[in-house]
């Protein structure tokens, strides 16, 4: 089992950048694929990026391939979403989600969910 915090959220600019964190329980996390996902006011939550166990693969959303990236350090625990050139409707609350194996692909089922940090992009 494992467990995600989430963490670098805030409120910034349109244009402007954040990185988030995913810091991970347990000393298996290389074990685990992870996937960003958000969810705005009154919308569905939706599959941003994920990543593969050592972070060879890495797959994201159309909306923020070029802008978003996705990184992992296993020696840390911890999964970054590195987001450029932010715009009003990346504005959600962002969650991190882990599972051992992706049944799906990386937009299919997680085991496992933080609670998510809120960002917010003014125009």
């Known amino acids: 089992q494992v467990q995600l915090v989430e963490s670098g959220g805030g409120l910034v600019q349109a244009g402007g950048s954040l990185r988030l964190s995913c810091a991970a329980s347990?000393?298996?996390?290389?074990?685990?694929?992870v996937g960003w996902f958000r969810q705005a006011p009154g919308k569905e939550r939706e599959f941003v990026a994920a990543?593969?166990?050592?972070?060879?693969?890495?797959y994201y959303a159309d909306s923020v391939k070029g802008r978003f990236s996705i990184s992992r350090d296993n020696a840390k625990n911890t999964v970054y979403l590195q987001m450029n050139n932010l715009k009003p409707e990346d504005t959600a609350v962002y969650y991190c989600?882990?599972?051992?194996?992706?049944?799906?692909?990386?937009?299919?089922?997680?085991?496992?969910w933080g609670q998510g940090t809120q960002v917010t992009v003014s125009s």
């Open positions: 989600a882990a599972t051992v194996t992706w049944i799906g692909g990386p937009r299919g089922a997680y085991d496992y």
């Open positions: 990543i593969t166990y050592s972070g060879g693969g890495n």
């Open positions: 347990g000393r298996t996390f290389s074990s685990y694929v």
